[in-house]
């Protein structure tokens, strides 16, 4: 079985919290309430470096999530220049923090360069259902 589902946001400050109940919506629906906090965590994260760092004045950026066996992906994609670096902050550093909280949710992730723009990705293992008597 494979679900996808996807939205666009503009570039404004309330497309941070719509994204992250976008992803609460969707994982209420598939069932993944366990992936909800980590997941509505990395969605903000990510949904704030594209405000600030991805999309340009007048674009938007787009969320995906897809469920496909015991994995689910979440993709955002900005049409911005630039990469996303995951390492470790430094300790004096301001900002820097939440792509190093992201890797550490995250079973996997990276970032796909496109002829405009990037998808950051993120995959989280689906939790295991006890098995019912």
Do not use: Y
């Not at 911005?80 to 390492?87: A, S, T």
Request: charged residues 25%; proline residues 8%; contains cysteine.
């Amino acid at each position: 079985m494979s679900l996808s589902q996807r939205r666009r946001f503009p570039r404004r400050r309330t497309s941070v919290g719509a994204s992250r109940d976008f992803v609460t919506g969707v994982l209420i629906e598939w069932e993944l309430h366990p992936l909800i906090e980590d997941i509505a965590l990395c969605v903000s994260e990510l949904a704030t470096n594209a405000l600030l760092h991805g999309a340009p004045p007048g674009r938007e950026f787009c969320v995906d999530l897809h469920r496909g066996g015991e994995l689910v992906q979440l993709e955002v994609r900005d049409s911005g220049p630039g990469q996303p670096v995951f390492r470790r902050p430094d300790h004096d550093a301001c900002s820097g923090r939440g792509l190093h909280i992201v890797n550490e949710l995250a079973d996997d992730c990276g970032v796909d360069d496109h002829v405009v723009g990037k998808t950051v990705w993120l995959v989280f293992k689906t939790p295991v259902s006890p098995l019912t008597p």
